[in-house]
């Protein structure tokens, strides 16, 4: 996962991204990511680079569970929930 991770680290807008296992379920990961506008992150869920991503995940993945996007402003007074469904648990 880190190598896949690190390209997406220069993408424009990218402020972090960090990929966590839990350490109690071997089968239980976080994928979490920062970007900078909604236009950003939606710019990058329509690359390549994210289709290479989403393709990983589906290869490594066992079941299937919901994800969930928040978009916040700077202020944090504008909030979007959105639930999406995700490709999976990383095993």
């Known amino acids: 996962m880190g ?3 690190g390209p997406i ?4 807008g990218c402020r972090n ?3 966590y296992l839990d350490a109690a379920d071997e089968n239980s990961s976080l994928l979490l990511s920062e970007w900078e506008t909604e236009s950003d992150l939606n710019r990058y869920l329509r690359s390549n680079d ?3 991503l989403r393709g990983a995940i ?3 993945s066992v079941t299937s569970t919901d994800s969930k996007a928040l978009v ?3 202020n944090n007074r504008d909030l979007i929930t959105s639930n999406a469904p995700s490709e999976g648990l990383v095993r």
Do not use: Q
């Open 50 to 52: 994210f289709a290479i």
């Open 3 to 5: 190598r896949l991770l």
């Open 9 to 12: 680290k220069n993408v424009k």
């Open 72 to 74: 916040t402003s700077e």
């Open 58 to 60: 589906r290869v490594l």
């Open 17 to 19: 991204i960090r990929f």
